[in-house]
């Protein structure tokens, strides 16, 4: 029976090979089933698949066996070589010698016969299976039919794989931008959006590096990035001058090269295959870019531009309106005098501080000095000297504390400090080192040089108070008492 109905059996086996290949939904199961078939079924190992890559009026290799590694990277205009002549005019095309066929592009040494056959969906080319022999005439009539029967299969499998892979992208699009539209109503901090915003464009374009660059001094500068590569800042502004990232801010629209490896035009990441960069513009003013780069050649698709160009309406829409929230938090927590935080800014830094203290039980301390007859300082050198004197204070002070302790002007002459993790131990050498400071001002009285001096007290969280009303109204109760002492100081 077996050898009696051979064209039987393998048909029955070719058969069953192309319904598993028609069954997957991965485009790139799919192509990895054609592959299988061709060289397990007809015994060839050298075969391509080519798909249509209409922004560049191409085909790119998209999958290969039996070839060195330049032929995954290779792209064929419509109409070039018997595979772009295939495409172009929708037809299958043998070649039995192809010393002999004008249309043959060399690529391999050892090629004696070659046979390719569009990949057709409703009378459109989508793509070309190749496929090569090392002996001349290789190809009979029955392998030529089944070769054309297996195409129009794979063509239908590859089609249904792309609308489901479309489907299923659009809906993860849909989903993104839902995503970051939320973020941007409940973001603060423009770098933690754009970290979130990164990680989300990441998972959205799978394998991708994505980075968000802002503009300082109309460079671009890294803010985030999220994939599996490394970012490399020194291409960022190479590329703004001559590579996609100029391209895209020139255009002011989205710019998508499917081949990075191609032409003289920088990359903004070094192994990128393919890169979209998308400019970050609000009322036409230009803030920055999103760029997103895949190792795969071709990776994109038109529907990837559009969907990037509105993610990045929606950041640069969130970036400035956070800007300018920033500027309006800095004004009105923002001493006009001195450039210090006022005392908007003192209760709601304590507020903050006594959580995170309760949160991984940590102490702190506050400090509040009142600057001793500083009406006086106003009588003697007019409201503008007695401004001048309290800016040399706010600047003295501030460069004695550590760089994340808050220092602030809470009212006319009262200054206050916020000193995290910082125990009633410490207090006496930071009092004294204000105290020492102050010394330092002088300003003069007719024919006398005076000294400014002043009162300080401390209190510590949570021994001297559990909650922040509580620790400010004993910190200003102890200011009162300290002015009725000798040092200045408290008891």
Known sequence: ???AYPNLR????????????????DIDSVLHQILLIVRNYFEIFSCSIYLFDSSGNELYCRAQNGYPMPEANRRIPLGRGVIGWTAQNVTSLYVPDVSAETRYLPCNADVRSEFAVPLVVRDKAIGVLDIESDEPDHFSAEMIGSLALLA???AVALENARLYSTERRRMRQIELINLIARTATTAI?????????ADLLSDTFEGADVALLLFEDNKPVLHSYAGPGLSEGKRWQESQRNGLLGDALAQKCAVIVQDASGGNRTTSIATAGSELAVPLAAFTQPLGAMVIA????SYFEEDDRAIAQAAADICATAIKNLRLSEELRRITNTDFLTGLNNQRFFHSTVAQEVARARRYNKQFSLVMIDLREFRSVNTALGFDGGDEVLRRTANLLKAQLRSHDVLCRYSGDRFTIVLPETDRDHIDSILAKV???????EYRVGGNVERLSAVCACVTFPKDGSTDLELVSQLQNRVVEAKHQPSGTEA
């Open 1 to 3: 029976m077996k050898d």
């Open 189 to 197: 901090v423009i770098d933690d959006f754009l970290s979130t915003v």
């Open 152 to 154: 129009g299969q794979a």
């Open 10 to 25: 393998e048909a029955a086996v070719l058969q069953e090979a192309m319904q598993m290949m028609l069954s997957s939904r």
């Open 294 to 297: 895949h190792p795969e050649v």
């Open 435 to 441: 105290q020492e400071t102050l010394c330092r001002i």
